[in-house]
């Protein structure tokens, strides 16, 4: 029975690349051409607000996290000038609170909350000014560029030189 049990497993072990899923079953161009997003016909606004929407949402979790650290220390300043006693640490922020510790109200989280977002919304603010410059210094670059025509000479492929169309002799000496 164990041998028996240990030929299934190991058959099983085997065959199991067999019995893979595929990500994807249909492999067409259609499918392929409907995965793709094209943004193309959306308004730049639209793009930058969802840029700033990526990036306030993005930074929210570090914001709160400070904000909450930063919080903290203030508590723990006013209740007893950062004292460093198991008592004293009841305020401190997170790796230094002792056992016991005051947990913040409900008030005081909240405050927390919408200092974080606060802070994310200005991070994001931050972000787009900087995207627009770049893209107004972008714009003002192409535009201060000279408007010229290129001259562009078309010749078949494999043409002579200009210099072999002339009449040499056979030896190339010139006489």
Not at 52 to 63: E, K, M, N, S
């Amino acid at each position: 029975m164990r041998n028996f049990i240990f030929a299934l497993l190991i058959s099983f072990l085997f065959l199991s690349p067999v019995f893979q899923a595929r990500a994807q079953s249909n492999t067409g161009d259609a499918a392929v051409e409907s995965a793709a997003f094209d943004t193309t016909g959306f308004p730049q606004w639209v793009k930058d607000f969802r840029r700033w929407d990526i990036v306030a949402f993005g930074t929210f979790p570090l914001a709160l996290f400070f904000t909450t650290v930063a919080v903290d220390l203030n508590r723990w300043n006013d209740a007893n000038g950062m004292d460093m006693s198991e008592e004293g640490r009841r305020y401190a922020p997170w790796p230094l609170k002792s056992a016991g510790a005051v947990e913040m109200t409900k008030d005081e989280f909240e405050r927390v909350l919408l200092m974080a977002a606060g802070v994310s919304a200005m991070i994001a603010v931050t972000d787009l000014i900087i995207v627009l410059i770049k893209r107004n210094m972008e714009r003002k670059r192409i535009e201060s560029k000279p408007k010229s025509s290129a001259v562009i000479e078309i010749k078949p492929y494999g043409a002579p030189p200009e210099d072999a169309l002339e009449d040499k002799p056979p030896d190339g000496k010139q006489e």
